[in-house]
């Protein structure tokens, strides 16, 4: 996916009022997502999202552990100025959404096996109970 479409999904899902926004969104979230997953996962959703994306994705933030969906959650609000949990959450699902429609369904569901449980609903992918 072009880095101009992705921010257009990112900003358009977010409801951002600038790119800029947009952008700050996905860079965080994604570093922390890149955190998370580890091989040839990580390496294939890098090679789906648009090289700067990709980057920031090959070399996340360290966790020291896999953070389930409400910790992840609460790690973007501290990393985004001005965030709170619940304005984090909505950032975390513009983005993780796009990411999943940039990876389709496929990819989706090895990327959902390497997190915790729930992350689906974030990647706006909920999983039938």
């Not at 996340?60 to 501290?78: C, G, I, K, M, N």
């Not at 909505?90 to 990819?107: F, K, R, Y």
Request: aromatic share 6%.
């Amino acid at each position: 996916m072009r880095w101009e479409a992705f921010l257009e999904k990112v900003q358009d899902r977010g409801e951002y009022g600038t790119r800029e926004e947009a952008e700050r969104a996905a860079r965080t979230v994604l570093a922390l997502l890149g955190a998370h997953l580890v091989g040839e996962v990580r390496a294939e959703l890098a090679s789906r999202l648009p090289e700067t994306f990709a980057l920031i994705l090959l070399n996340p933030l360290q966790a020291a552990e896999p953070l389930p969906p409400d910790r992840f959650v609460r790690a973007t609000s501290a990393w985004i100025e001005g965030a709170t949990e619940q304005t984090a959450t909505w950032d975390v699902s513009a983005v993780l959404s796009v990411t999943a429609d940039a990876a389709g369904e496929d990819l989706t569901r090895r990327v959902l096996l390497q997190l915790p449980p729930g992350y689906d609903l974030l990647f706006g992918r909920p999983e039938p109970t």
